[in-house]
């Protein structure tokens, strides 16, 4: 005797994502992620924060701005192959041909990858994800056998603070950061609820809203990659942006490479011809802050809305002497200080061995 087989309908999931543009209170969050959406090669996003202050909503809604763009979530338990790919060994064996088993990385090509919990992500998979996002090219080997391709993609990692921190090695390959708080003020977190309220009970209703504002914005970054290109640095620029990494007291030279072509992608999303030193300075603090000595204070490299002459030049930053209080190497922050000596009384050794 057969038991009938029971068929249930099974009603697709569809999950709307929330504006980008009805977004509360996050001016910092919105413009770290417009760049990186504008220029990848900026070598993505990372956002600290506690739990609840819209981290994963700010990257869906990103990938829901940008036109056809995939959103793809990496899970912590996610594998090397699965992130970037393997070779079918077996075919080249066979009849001399690569078969590439794609990866996560190749998913998200034109997209976004979404990590959540990055500092929780084993270090081996931080690694080469930041590699294939910091160069747009993807290379998969196995045994001896290599193929690459496209991966360009805007990378998005998130984490809480309170479970633990990424290895400075690591932070420093991320382009841009920024901290998230808890908002205080009660008439922000009441417009927070309004629209999160508003969306939860009517998706469609809070996109229709926004719909103009959206169009707008996804125009104007397509426009800004296209016109990348055409954006160069003046020696200025260049000087200055060099002069906020000395200020910073950042090791290596990707800091300045991060703030130039941040500050390019603000220029083309702005709609101007040229990269000012303004541009160097609204970005710096996000190309800086993670990239920083332990327990220095952050320095603001110029007043971007006070006069050229209030903004100390990129000659005298440079001549400036690093001050005595810095900490240097790992001796700390405090100079050596003379200790007095006392004489060691000598004692007196063994009596001489009777014969």
């Not at 090509?109 to 990590?115: D, I, K, M, S, T």
């Not at 929780?120 to 160069?135: E, H, I, N, R, Y």
């Not at 296209?226 to 160069?232: D, W």
């Not at 011809?273 to 110029?302: C, I, K, N, W, Y």
Request: with cysteine; hydrophobic share 45%; glycine share 8%.
């Amino acid at each position: 005797m057969s038991i009938p087989e029971l068929t249930i309908p099974v009603e697709p999931a569809t999950r709307a994502a929330f504006p980008f543009t009805a977004l509360v209170g996050q001016p910092q969050l919105q413009r770290a992620l417009q760049l990186a959406a504008i220029d990848p090669g900026i070598g993505g996003v990372l956002i600290s924060g506690p739990r609840g202050t819209a981290k994963s909503t700010a990257a869906r809604a990103l990938a829901a701005l940008l036109p056809g763009a995939p959103f793809v979530t990496l899970p912590l338990a996610a594998s090397l192959e699965q992130l970037v790919g393997t070779l079918n060994v077996e075919d080249v064996l066979r009849n001399s041909q690569v078969r590439l088993a794609p990866g996560l990385v190749a998913r998200a090509h034109g997209g976004v990858l979404y990590v959540d919990e990055v500092n929780l992500l084993p270090d081996a998979l931080v690694d080469a994800l930041l590699d294939v996002a910091a160069s747009g090219v993807n290379t998969v080997e196995r045994d001896g056998i290599s193929q690459q391709h496209a991966a360009r993609f805007v990378l998005v990692g998130t984490m809480n603070p309170e479970e633990g921190e990424l290895r400075p090695q690591l932070l420093d390959r991320f382009g841009l950061s920024l901290t998230l708080a808890n908002p205080v003020d009660a008439q922000q977190r009441t417009a927070i609820l309004r629209a999160r309220l508003g969306f939860d009970e009517n998706p469609a209703a809070l996109g229709e809203q926004h719909a103009e504002e959206q169009r707008a914005l996804s125009a104007a970054l397509v426009a800004a990659r296209a016109a990348l290109p055409r954006l160069t640095w003046s020696d200025a620029v260049l000087h200055h942006a060099a002069a906020c990494a000395m200020v910073a007291g950042v090791d290596g030279m990707r800091a300045d490479l991060v703030m130039l072509r941040a500050a390019r992608a603000l220029a083309a999303l702005e709609g101007r011809s040229e990269v000012t030193v303004d541009d160097v300075d609204a970005v710096a603090e996000l190309a800086l802050a993670h990239r920083r000595p332990e327990g220095s204070a952050a320095q603001s490299p110029g007043n971007s809305t006070g006069s050229p002459q209030s903004r100390p030049s990129p000659e005298r930053l440079q001549d400036q002497p690093p001050p005595a209080s810095v900490p240097q190497g790992d001796w700390g922050a405090l100079p050596a200080q003379p200790e007095g000596t006392t004489k060691v009384q000598r004692i007196a050794g063994w009596p001489p061995k009777k014969a």
